[in-house]
């Protein structure tokens, strides 16, 4: 969407405004007005002639134009009906040299979790990745992806649903898996170049859709809308990279990991014991016969009290 038709619909959603007097406002031409106009009705925005001049009347319920207007948070947005992988996108963005962009889709048809999993990604998803270029040594980059798992729970816990963060990357309802983080980076000489933070959320998704063990906003709390979801999960994540020292504490938080038994499969072996914390980069330490481990990655199970 150009600036100008941006600020033809920032200026509509302050209520219905003559073609006149957009024209002043914005300083362009009654026909550019016009254009803009006819350009956003066929984005889908509803915009009607009334005798107050043009009124907003409907916002699309998805897409780039629908979740840019009144996001507030930096980010460009790219929106495809189907993509392979939204991360797979991203990085090719991010090697373009952008940043603070961020790559939606409806579906999937190439998705990825970790270790390269396949990851179901129907129609009614949330599926979305973020280009970003911090100023952060590469130790201090898994903090971006605690602070999308914070994103995503409170926009699920603002939906009406319980959400909670499992380590290392997914978002739970109970025991059902709700959405999975998947972070890639690139750097060098002890910089990162880029890193692209990958969401899955099962927001809309049909329960025939989804896979064994797994939940959605819908089956928890009925149908979100899924425009507003993702600018919640923007502007919170947006100010947590803001304030990556804060990021752990609100990860704690709301972890249902910490204080419970866990098994952790290891390349040399699982590790049984209690999840006690997260070090600072974001691995998690686990209190076993006695002694302290810090894991830096592996899948983790929660298991019930002995």
Not at 5 to 26: E, H, I, K, N, Y
Not at 113 to 133: H, I, N, Q
Request: hydrophobic content about 40%; overall charge negative.
């Amino acid at each position: 969407m150009t600036d100008t038709r941006q600020a033809v619909l920032a200026a509509l959603a302050d209520g219905p405004a003559t073609g006149p007097a957009l024209a002043d406002r914005l300083g362009v031409s009654r026909a550019a007005v016009w254009k803009h106009v006819e350009a956003l009705r066929d984005e889908g925005f509803g915009v009607e002639s009334t005798d107050d001049g043009y009124e907003l009347t409907e916002v699309p319920e998805y897409g780039a134009d629908a979740v840019a207007f009144g996001l507030d948070a930096p980010f460009a947005v790219e929106y495809h009906d189907t993509v392979a992988s939204t991360n797979d996108r991203a990085r090719e963005l991010a090697t373009d040299g952008r940043e603070n962009v961020v790559v939606l889709a409806d579906r999937q048809v190439g998705g990825r979790g970790r270790r390269d999993r396949a990851w179901e990604s129907p129609s009614g998803g949330v599926w979305m990745s973020v280009v970003l270029r911090p100023d952060i040594p590469p130790a201090r980059a898994p903090l971006l992806t605690l602070a999308m798992a914070v994103a995503v729970t409170d926009a699920a816990r603002a939906h009406g649903v319980d959400a909670t963060i499992k380590w290392p990357n997914d978002v739970l309802v109970s025991d059902g898996k709700l959405a999975g983080i998947l972070t890639e980076m690139e750097g060098e000489s002890g910089r990162v170049s880029w890193v692209v933070v990958g969401a899955g959320v099962n927001a809309n998704v049909d329960p025939t859709d989804l896979s064994e063990g797994a939940t959605s906003l819908r089956n928890e709390a009925g149908p979100v809308e899924r425009r507003v979801f993702v600018q919640r999960v923007l502007e919170r994540f947006d100010a947590l990279r803001g304030d990556l020292d804060g990021v752990l504490a609100a990860w704690r938080e709301r972890t249902s990991t910490l204080g419970r038994r866990v098994r952790v499969h290891l390349p040399d072996g699982d590790l049984v014991g209690e999840a006690v914390d997260v070090t600072e980069t974001g691995a998690l330490v686990v209190e076993s016969e006695g002694e302290r481990r810090v894991v830096h990655a592996g899948d983790c199970e929660h298991l019930r009290p002995v």
